[in-house]
């Protein structure tokens, strides 16, 4: 048994994408498959894992379901974030060809990304829970009429065929993760690039949100993410999900959360982490 301290958390089975962003970021650390989100969290809220790596969103198909409700309440702290590659494979049993298939199995956006490719072969699209789950599965079913759209990796874990690379009809399709701990490590300012993640509720005044994010262009502090959502239970005030670039303890940007906790109910901000920008951010 690996111990928690060198696990590192993902939802899904072994060949997901977030497996892939496992090996990418910490190929040095053993891996814990997760059935949801919520047993993610969990396994690094009570120790047995030591990192979730968490999916917030992608380039094609937005932000990440649900997830945005989980981590204000996780107790859990972003050490860092990673841009994972989605590249999609046509996957099949050990010698079939794309004569013998007749369907393809995937979650919805891996078929939905892959929509035209699958369309120009004629091939009908079955929806799967998940990417890699519908890769194991055909290949337990081991019928060269079913295929999955799935990673490569999830080829290689299920010994499946690669009938057609990079099936995806959209190039940089990018899945944006955020590394998460039960610490708050926020390195010291040292002059690289921030990103400082928080999420707040502003009070029910005219102007309250235009007002609260004020203070970050008075003093020059981008936001690079501003996303709105209700929270579960609560039909009245949205909750705001903010990416900043900026260290939490800059100068300007304790002037600009100054202002931003006057416009918030009971003046509280969550802050879920400032954490090294991934190199990527620059590179579009």
Same mark, same amino acid.
Not at 27 to 42: H, K, T
Not at 231 to 250: K, L, M, T
Not at 262 to 281: D, K, Q
């Given at each position: 048994?690996?111990?928690?301290?060198?696990?590192?958390?993902?939802?899904?089975?072994?060949?997901?994408?977030? #497996?892939?962003?496992?090996?990418?970021?910490?190929?040095?650390? $053993?891996?814990?498959?997760?059935?949801?989100?919520?047993?993610?969290?969990?396994?690094?809220?009570? +120790?047995?894992?030591?990192?979730?790596?968490?999916?917030?969103? %992608?380039?094609?198909?937005?932000?990440?379901?649900?997830? #945005?409700?989980?981590?204000?309440?996780?107790?859990?702290?972003?050490?860092?974030?990673? /841009?994972?590659?989605?590249?999609? #494979?046509?996957?099949?049993?050990?010698?079939?060809? &794309?004569?013998?298939?007749?369907?393809?199995?995937?979650?919805?956006?891996?078929?939905?990304?892959?929509?035209?490719?699958?369309?120009?072969?004629?091939?009908?699209?079955?929806?799967?829970?998940?990417?890699?789950?519908?890769?194991?599965?055909?290949?337990?079913?081991? $019928?060269?009429?079913?295929?999955?759209?799935?990673?490569?990796?999830?080829?290689?874990?299920? $010994?499946?065929?690669?009938?057609?690379?990079?099936?995806?009809?959209?190039?940089?399709?990018?899945?944006?993760?955020?590394?998460?701990?039960?610490?708050?490590?926020?390195?010291?300012? %040292?002059?690289?690039?921030?990103?400082?993640?928080?999420? /707040?509720?502003?009070?029910?005044?005219?102007?309250?949100?235009?007002?609260?994010? +004020?203070? /970050?262009?008075? %003093?020059?502090?981008?936001?690079?993410? &501003?996303?709105?959502?209700?929270?579960?239970?609560?039909?009245?005030?949205?909750? /705001?999900?903010?990416?900043?670039?900026? #260290?939490?303890?800059?100068?300007?940007?304790?002037?600009?959360?100054?202002?931003?906790?006057?416009?918030?109910? %009971?003046?509280?901000?969550?802050?879920?982490?400032?954490?090294?920008?991934?190199?990527?951010?620059?590179?579009?």
């Amino acid at each position: 048994m690996s111990n928690s301290s060198n696990i590192i958390a993902f939802q899904g089975v072994l060949g997901a994408y977030s #497996h892939m962003a496992c090996q990418a970021v910490k190929p040095e650390m $053993d891996v814990l498959p997760c059935r949801s989100f919520e047993d993610m969290i969990l396994a690094v809220q009570e +120790g047995n894992a030591a990192l979730a790596m968490v999916p917030v969103e %992608n380039s094609i198909a937005g932000r990440v379901a649900d997830i #945005h409700h989980l981590l204000p309440s996780s107790g859990l702290y972003i050490n860092g974030e990673h /841009f994972q590659r989605v590249n999609h #494979h046509l996957l099949a049993p050990r010698g079939a060809t &794309l004569d013998d298939l007749v369907e393809v199995h995937s979650h919805a956006q891996g078929l939905a990304q892959c929509r035209e490719r699958l369309r120009a072969l004629g091939l009908q699209p079955v929806i799967h829970p998940d990417t890699a789950g519908a890769a194991k599965d055909i290949a337990a079913l081991n $019928d060269k009429k079913v295929g999955a759209i799935a990673s490569a990796l999830a080829g290689e874990i299920y $010994d499946l065929d690669v009938l057609v690379a990079s099936a995806e009809d959209a190039e940089h399709n990018t899945t944006r993760f955020l590394i998460m701990s039960r610490t708050d490590v926020t390195p010291k300012i %040292n002059g690289e690039p921030m990103i400082t993640t928080m999420v /707040f509720t502003v009070r029910s005044v005219p102007a309250a949100l235009y007002k609260s994010l +004020g203070g /970050f262009a008075t %003093n020059g502090v981008n936001l690079t993410k &501003l996303e709105s959502y209700i929270r579960p239970g609560s039909h009245q005030n949205a909750q /705001f999900y903010v990416d900043v670039e900026g #260290h939490i303890d800059a100068p300007e940007m304790k002037l600009a959360m100054d202002e931003l906790r006057f416009y918030c109910e %009971n003046g509280e901000v969550t802050i879920l982490g400032t954490y090294p920008a991934s190199p990527l951010r620059s590179n579009g």
